[in-house]
């Protein structure tokens, strides 16, 4: 098996030489349009803090739950972890989560049905990404930053046909849209080759899960983490697939899936990859020592305004609580129980555009000084 690996690998060296294309490049596979954002200057990439979820009305109730869905998938990529929206800090910000909101707009968008049109209705949310961070940090979540490497997908399919083994490249890319939609939704964009006439005699070695062979198609790309898939029909109904994930020829992990659905048999390459890359990529990032901080609040003009800030304080998912220490003219002493250090807490106000830190005013020996913006 070795030996024919090897044989292939060089049939494939010659040939991407002759070729007189230049090498392809590969296609993303894309299923829908993120928010718009300005990407952040420090190389976070900015699509992974907005999500788009499905609502049925406008109403404040509905836009509330429909926000906190958004940021229970932004926890999930930004953390690596499927769990993310179970971690109990993280499930009270998805109750406040508009205070994270940088904006938040309705779209309609067209969806296929059984080959017909269909329009739904979306919120398209964009969360701040330091008060995100600061969220999975104090979750004690590990953070997936930086910019993420999008696996090259070599997947065939043989359906019982009589045919073999078929490459399902860029030609075909609706077939492994279920894979694309959930690798989205865990934080990972996969590329398809495009289905050059070197590429389609390399079905039977995707078919083999042989990484060293593929890897030299993924190397005329660019890249070198590849996904290989293969699915079959069962002989007793229902579809399997077996996948591996590589970095070059290097397995980094195989796994396999069997369903009745083969769309869920399709999407059943994303999570894997996903947990893999991210253990690889993502860190728990120390939060900073809990501290109790004694703090001054300015420019509170009226009641409204003490009302605006008590119920934001009562919202913030790090705070354990505050208590009262003087009321001042236009300020507020008060003492803030915070389970994360005071850097992450002031990152994690950006969002909020409520509570702002005045890091000029800050006395050395004194309280820590914040600003109420109304």
Known sequence: MRLLSLVFAAMLVVLSASSEAQNPAPLPVET?????????????????YGAEVPVTSQERREREAALGRALAQVAIR???????????????????AESMVLSADYRQIEETAGGVPVQRSVLAVRFDPDAVDALVMAAGLPLWSGPRSKPMLWFAIDDGSGGGA?????????????????????????????????????????????AAAIGVLTSRY???????????????????????????????????????????????????????????SAVVVPAGEPVVLDAEISNIRNQDDWLALASYLQSIPVLRGFEIIEAQPNALRV????????????????????????????????????????
């Open 166 to 210: 078929r490459l399902v490249s860029a030609q075909q890319i609706n077939v492994v849209k279920p894979l694309a939609q959930r690798g989205l939704e865990r934080g990972l964009r996969f590329l398809l080759p495009s289905g050059t006439s070197v590429e389609q005699p390399a079905a039977s070695s995707i078919w083999a899960l042989d």
């Open 32 to 48: 829908t349009t993120q928010p718009e954002a300005p990407a952040p200057s420090d190389g976070r990439e900015a699509e992974w």
């Open 335 to 374: 003492r803030l129980d915070l389970a994360i250090g005071r850097e992450r807490f002031d990152a994690m106000l950006v969002g909020g555009r409520l509570l702002v830190p005045v890091e000029s005013a800050a006395a050395v020996d004194g309280p820590s000084r914040y600003r109420l913006a109304r």
């Open 78 to 96: 930004m953390s690596g972890r499927a769990d993310a929206p179970s971690n109990p800090v993280v499930q009270k910000a998805t109750r406040v």
């Open 222 to 280: 660019g890249g070198r983490l590849q996904l290989l898939g293969k699915m079959s029909r069962g002989a007793t109904g229902g579809w399997t697939a077996e996948w591996l994930l590589a970095d070059g020829d290097s397995e980094l992990r195989r796994w396999s899936s069997t369903d009745p659905s083969p769309q869920r048999v399709i999407a059943s390459g994303a999570d894997t990859a996903a947990d893999v890359l991210a253990q690889r």
